[in-house]
């Protein structure tokens, strides 16, 4: 009975401050550039970049797994709920993502030794038809990368599910102290910061030159990588967010969609 009072205190006072929060902080705009390069791509013109892109991003979180990572790991730390608010407002576009992020790892007061456990016991799950699309764009010769806001303990080892080197997986690494205990985050990594995914794609076309680089995801911060990626197509398969789906050229909400246009063009 104490626990379960704790926890619904706990998770009221998480939810209450997110309301005052919003009421505080003006709503993040989508960038305008976005808006602009968004507005005049029609989906014609987006599946045309699709079939002849030279590299494919994809977010992780609710993307190329059915869960959002972050809300799965708070649950399994007892704080499912509370965390699960500040990551509508997060996905949503209208919260800082770090402050966002620095918030709900503080709640989940988070251990090294229960991430290794989580990781054993909740492997994530793959979304239907992710590891035949990465397959196929793999037999295409296309290179793949992860751009993600979540942990880099969690989406290496997804990435080696699906035959993605670890040097393509952008993400979040979270640090401990020498007991274990949770001590930060890795600010230094781009992605833990809103335009973060935005900075890894400027230097992904930099390094090596892509032209038609298309970026795939469920949220805000997945669309406003366009431009620099040359194309965005939003994806709904687990998760609709209703500012992706209004402002995506070609919004999906499955993977086969996706490689049957690739199809096409073979």
């Given at each position: ?132 699309l990465i397959g196929h764009l ?129």
């Amino acid at each position: 009975m104490r626990y379960w009072l704790m926890t619904s205190l706990f998770t009221f006072c998480a939810f209450y401050h997110v309301q005052m929060f919003n009421k505080i902080l003006p709503r993040t705009k989508m960038p305008t550039n976005t808006r602009k390069y968004l507005d005049t791509l029609t989906k014609d013109q987006l599946k045309e970049i699709w079939r002849t892109a030279d590299a494919v991003c994809f977010d992780v979180d609710s993307t190329i797994v059915q869960e959002e990572g972050i809300d799965e790991l708070a649950e399994f730390c007892g704080v499912g709920e509370a965390v699960k608010q500040w990551t509508i407002q997060a996905m949503g576009g209208n919260i800082r993502f770090r402050t966002a992020l620095e918030t709900r790892l503080n709640m989940c007061n988070l251990t090294l030794e229960q991430l290794e456990r989580y990781k054993k016991e909740k492997p994530l799950t793959l979304t239907a038809g992710i590891k035949e699309l990465i397959g196929h764009l793999h037999s295409e010769k296309i290179p793949v990368f992860l751009i993600s806001g979540g942990f880099r303990q969690l989406n290496v080892p997804l990435a080696h599910r699906l035959n993605i080197p670890s040097e393509n997986v952008f993400s979040v690494e979270l640090l401990f102290d020498s007991d274990g205990r949770y001590h930060g985050f890795n600010k230094n990594n781009p992605t833990s910061d809103s335009g973060g995914k935005t900075k890894v794609v400027h230097r992904l076309k930099d390094k090596y030159g892509f032209k038609r680089l298309i970026m795939i995801g469920d949220g805000a911060t997945d669309m406003e990588t366009c431009p620099p990626a040359d194309g965005f197509i939003g994806f709904g398969g687990n998760v609709i967010r209703d500012k992706v789906r209004e402002h995506s050229p070609w919004f999906v909400t499955s993977f086969q969609e996706l490689l049957d246009e690739l199809k096409v063009s073979n």
